[in-house]
């Protein structure tokens, strides 16, 4: 398939992040640095946002896609583990396995998109895409435009800062400080309410870590198990995560409002759940055991 130049080394580099996220999820540590929310060394290569296609093979029906027809799913691929590119190009995380696996419990062939993530609510809006899966966080503010499903992962924000950075250690001493986001996230906007703070967006987050690598910011805010991969993986070096868990957050698969997919999802995901390829996958990309999730994200998350 056609690739314009930057997407291909965009896509290089993804690539080549995600090769190395097996190995990083195998370390036991990883459960432990995420509950706690402290890391050491840092590397991330930057990588943009690839808009292109990733898989076509038929027109999904935006109305009517349920068991037996094709479900489109737009994911943008630059957040490993949940959603990153493969060597081969193709798309790889725990997010892809997830949604594969609930394609087939629900008797659906899955059809995936890449859009950048601050486009996936409008493609939603629009019934351009049937569904998306990119770690989205299912927040109240969300639910007002757009479906979600159950919650499929708990995660949190965490802070990101240069390993010889002494000063910045909580959500209290960002203020007045340079962040970088990625552009559309709850990491984002829980900068934008930080008093003072000067908030740089990105178009992805290993664009916004490598600003905080090469020293124009002061931290990143991200999402935990994002930020300790991008770490762990070893591409930048020099980050560390600091302090405790910004947040709560739960991922939901997002779908139109009034999809008429919403059941057959929500259906496929208990099965998943119960009949354990959920507890496979969940084992496969964090290398433990899966935590009990809440049928109903807590109204306090987010
Ligand atoms: N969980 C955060 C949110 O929903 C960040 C998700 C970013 N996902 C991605 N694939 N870049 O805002």
Not at 214 to 229: E, H, K, Q, R, Y
């Amino acid at each position: 398939m056609f690739q314009p130049k930057a997407t291909r080394s965009a896509l290089r580099a993804a690539a080549k992040l995600s090769r190395k996220a097996p190995a990083l999820m195998t370390r036991s540590h990883f459960i432990k640095y995420f509950l706690t929310g402290l890391g050491t060394a840092a590397i991330l290569s930057a990588c943009e946002n690839s808009g292109s296609n990733t898989s076509s093979t038929s027109k999904g029906n935006s109305q009517t896609a349920t068991a037996g027809k094709t479900i489109k799913v737009a994911t943008e691929p630059a957040f490993a583990p949940f959603e990153s590119k493969g060597s081969g190009n193709e798309l790889v995380g725990f997010d892809i396995d997830l949604i594969k696996a609930v394609g087939q419990a629900a008797g659906s062939t899955i059809e995936f998109q890449s859009l950048p993530f601050d486009g996936m609510i409008p493609a939603l809006q629009a019934n351009t895409v049937d569904a998306a899966v990119s770690a989205i966080t299912i927040t109240p503010e969300r639910a007002q435009t757009i479906s979600f499903s159950r919650p499929y992962f708990k995660a949190g924000l965490a802070i990101a800062v240069r390993q010889d950075n002494t000063t910045i250690t909580n959500l209290d001493s960002l203020k007045g400080k340079k962040i970088a986001v990625q552009i559309g996230t709850t990491g984002s906007k829980k900068a934008k309410s930080i008093s003072g703070a000067q908030v740089r967006e990105f178009d992805s987050t290993p664009l916004a870590l490598q600003e905080l690598a090469n020293g124009n910011v002061d931290a990143v805010i991200n999402d935990a198990p994002v930020t300790l991969d991008a770490i762990k993986s070893g591409n930048i070096k020099g980050l560390k995560v600091v302090g405790q868990l910004l947040t709560e957050e739960y991922y939901g698969i997002a779908l139109p409002k009034n999809s008429p997919n919403l059941n057959a999802i929500n259906t496929a995901l208990a099965k998943i759940i119960s009949d354990g390829t959920y507890a496979q996958i969940y084992k496969k990309w964090f290398n433990a055991e899966a935590p009990k999730l809440p049928e109903t994200a807590p109204a306090s998350s987010s």
